[in-house]
């Protein structure tokens, strides 16, 4: 990855993990967004347990309110993409295989053709990536030799380039799925694809002119609390 400034033809660089609803519904946005300013897009396939992890955080499916939200979110957001949407037989799942093929070095076409085909089998059609099987069965409609695929995909050198991205990608700032990042700039989210197009038009509020000193300000500003980390029914009565 090098990474440039908005007017640069570099790629956009597309962070996904296949358990999150919005990245299926991005890697069906992401590519107008990058048509109009002439960009190609390169996928890099990360681990989102593995972000988490490395950000302390909890992914939205561990949160039980929140996991209810986002299904409803993304299905109310499918719909107005009109992209079907139907949700995997379990969730979260283990999406190593998946992520393990979709990080094989294919042609631009066919590795495009092999992301259609898994976000469709993980958020379209409701089968899910979950195992072996169910990874070939996702594969069928590319024409590929799905056998061969799946025993490239269990290849050190593919398990060590998956470990690799995420811990790239980690040291870039991404913290979650999707993620793009253009120039240096990180944005996060399928509702962030605006602001991804304002900054490839160089009209981005917090890159240019006051709305950048207005963020190195920011990035200075000490915080004046912290938040408990401990439940408040089992800290030590204030």
Avoid: C
């Avoid at 390169?42 to 949160?63: C, F, M």
């Avoid at 379209?124 to 025993?151: C, F, H, R, S, Y």
């Avoid at 793009?180 to 605006?194: I, K, N, Y």
Wanted: charged share 20%; net charge neutral; no cysteine.
């Amino acid at each position: 990855m090098r990474p440039g400034g908005p007017a640069s033809k570099e790629p956009i660089y597309f962070f996904f993990d296949f358990l999150s609803p919005y990245a299926y519904l991005a890697w069906h946005s992401v590519h107008d967004v990058a048509a109009r300013v002439g960009r190609d897009i390169e996928p890099i396939p990360v681990l989102l347990a593995a972000l988490l992890d490395a950000h302390g955080q909890k992914g939205p499916a561990e949160i039980p309110a929140k996991r209810a939200y986002v299904f409803k979110d993304a299905l109310r957001t499918a719909h107005g993409l009109d992209l079907p949407f139907v949700p995997p037989p379990a969730h979260p799942y283990n999406p190593l295989l998946a992520l393990r093929v979709a990080t094989i070095g294919l042609p631009t076409r066919l590795r495009r053709d092999v992301m259609n085909a898994l976000f469709h089998a993980a958020w379209g059609n409701g089968q899910g990536l979950d195992g072996e099987a169910a990874v070939a069965k996702a594969l069928e409609p590319t024409g590929l030799d799905a056998d061969v695929l799946i025993a490239e995909a269990k290849t050190p050198a593919i398990k060590e380039q998956l470990r690799a991205d995420t811990a790239t990608a980690v040291q870039l700032g991404v913290f979650g799925v999707p993620t793009f990042l253009a120039g240096r700039e990180v944005f996060w989210g399928h509702d962030s694809l605006g602001h991804l197009s304002h900054y490839l038009a160089g009209a981005d509020p917090a890159t240019t002119g006051y709305g950048a000193r207005l963020v190195q300000n920011w990035l200075r500003t000490p915080a004046a609390a912290t938040r408990r980390t401990t439940p408040r029914s089992e800290a030590e009565p204030s």
